[in-house]
């Protein structure tokens, strides 16, 4: 299973960007999605994720209303809607693909490349 995220870019504080995790090798109603952030000098976190069995989706309080996670499975590809950006938002986006939605990274089996995410004025 291969990941690819894209979207990243330089906003605004209160803007809005659409990240993308294309899937190839494997498809989404068998792998749990999930995005993590890391910014400079911190862990890589988990904050959202889409389950692959039945679509739930998991956030964490602090993207919570202002991030969504969505599935297409005509295109293999996780979105994710971030709104109303914040600088502390800003760092690294990855997706991983697993067999279930956690927040602990050693769980998940494959990894994109990671897309960077600038929120500034």
């Known amino acids: 299973v291969q990941l690819q995220a894209s979207g990243g870019g330089l906003v605004q504080p209160g803007g809005s960007l659409r990240l993308a995790c294309a899937v190839s090798?494997?498809?989404?109603?068998?792998?749990?999605i999930g995005w993590f952030r890391q910014a400079p000098g911190k862990e890589r976190e988990g904050f959202s994720c889409?389950?692959?069995?039945?679509?739930?989706?998991l956030n964490a309080d602090s993207v919570k209303d202002r991030f969504t996670i969505t599935r297409d499975f005509d295109k293999n590809t996780v979105y994710l809607q971030m709104n109303s950006l914040k600088p502390e938002d800003t760092a690294v986006y990855y997706c991983?693909?697993?067999?279930?939605?956690?927040?602990?990274?050693?769980?998940?089996?494959?990894w994109g490349q990671g897309t960077q995410v600038t929120v500034s004025s």
């Open positions: 991983a693909a697993g067999a279930m939605c956690t927040t602990k990274v050693d769980e998940w089996f494959y």
């Open positions: 090798g494997g498809i989404l109603d068998h792998w749990s």
């Open positions: 889409i389950s692959a069995r039945d679509g739930r989706t």
